[in-house]
């Protein structure tokens, strides 16, 4: 990314502007900004006060009301963990998580916006959303690959979109930044959460190959004065009940979850050995019951041992929405990743 700081002095004072923007956008923009841009000295101290002291923002009823001081009231919504060693800003008009500086330069953030009230269908809402910030079309395939796509319901009472894609130049391109929107319904209100990174590939925050501090936050997110229905647990139930799969070269798992609480799980890891040209294969059996405690999944092995899984089941499209498929993962507490399982 690339930031641009003005600062202007005059009559005893200094006022600084700072620009975040990725490289080689919004140039036209930035230009007009600071043309235009003008300051009052206040020599006196007798600026005419405005009619408004304080900006309002849409209310729960649809009107207008005055902002309190400090954090907007439309952001106490938000229930949220901070990642480790990442910083925490409150501004009037957002949060902004942002992270260390890491080793390859890289600088992410996570900002929540101030609550609003719904007007469209939530995935036509966050695709417009996304347009809007960022300038380009999130469902394009080209410069950038095309986005990954998701949609799903908390346990916690709030359902969401997701969209993550590549913007400002092809994949693998320097000036390539990664941003990932997300917006929360509850009831009629919408809450919109911004990360930015760089390529997904290279990320060490939104990572695809490294850590992606993405899920943790995630699976920490609550809205005050959200309330999962009562039917909801019945319905993840219902759609949790199949097999789930998850493969690579090495590594092999499933799980197949019975629509009465009862599940099964396997696993196999292949190792090879370049000194001896051998390859063997171990493979790992478990089942139980399981339950839910919010967005955890509590699995009671039949020997009585217990362990817990953060989790989350959405429909993701890699595509531009042309196709959807199901999608569970689980993160288990303290782990630096999670593991996604497709429907069979």
């Known amino acids: 990314m690339r930031t641009i700081l003005v600062t202007v ?79 925490r800003q409150e501004l009037r008009d957002r949060i902004v998580l942002i992270s260390p500086m890491y080793s390859n330069g890289e600088r992410c953030q996570l900002a929540m916006l101030p609550v609003r009230l719904s007007t469209r269908p939530l995935g036509e809402e966050a695709i417009g959303t996304f347009r809007a910030m960022f300038r380009v079309e999130p469902l394009s395939a ?40 997300m917006l929360a319904k509850s009831g009629h209100q919408v809450a919109t959460i911004v990360g930015t990174s760089k390529d997904f590939l290279t990320s060490q925050c939104f990572g695809e190959l490294a850590t992606d501090a993405w899920p943790t936050f995630f699976y920490h ?32 798992l499933q799980y197949i979850f019975q629509a009465n609480g009862r599940y099964a799980s396997t696993g196999a890891t292949r190792h090879y050995s370049p000194a001896t040209s051998t390859e063997t294969t171990q493979a790992y059996f478990g089942d139980g019951a399981y339950s839910f405690d919010g967005n955890t999944i509590v699995f009671t092995n039949n020997d009585h041992s217990r362990t817990m899984q953060f989790f989350r089941l959405e429909q993701v499209s890699k595509n531009s929405g042309q196709s959807w498929d199901e999608e569970l993962c689980l993160l288990e507490p303290g782990s630096t990743g999670e593991v996604c399982y497709r429907k069979q």
């Not at 502007?17 to 007798?46: C, H, R, W």
């Not at 998701?150 to 941003?179: C, H, N």
């Not at 019945?234 to 097999?243: E, M, N, S």
């Open 9 to 87: 002095t005059g009559f005893g004072k200094f006022i600084s502007v700072m620009v975040t923007v990725s490289p080689n956008s919004y140039q036209a923009e930035i230009l007009d900004f600071f043309k235009n841009l003008d300051f009052n000295a206040d020599l006196a101290g007798q600026n005419p006060p405005r009619q408004s002291s304080q900006p309002a923002t849409p209310g729960a009823s649809g009107g207008l009301e005055p902002r309190p001081h400090g954090v907007s009231a439309s952001l106490a919504s938000y229930i949220y963990t901070t990642p480790p060693q990442w910083t």
């Open 142 to 181: 080209y410069p950038s690959p095309p986005p990954k796509l998701a949609s799903g319901a908390s346990p916690q009472g709030w359902e969401y979109f997701t969209i993550r894609k590549l913007v400002g130049g092809q994949e693998g391109d320097a000036g390539t930044m990664g941003a990932i929107l």
């Open 221 to 252: 997110l609550q809205f005050k004065n959200a309330r999962p229905a009562p039917q909801a647990q019945a319905a993840i139930q219902q759609r949790l009940a199949g097999t789930w799969s998850a493969a690579t070269s090495l590594v092999g």
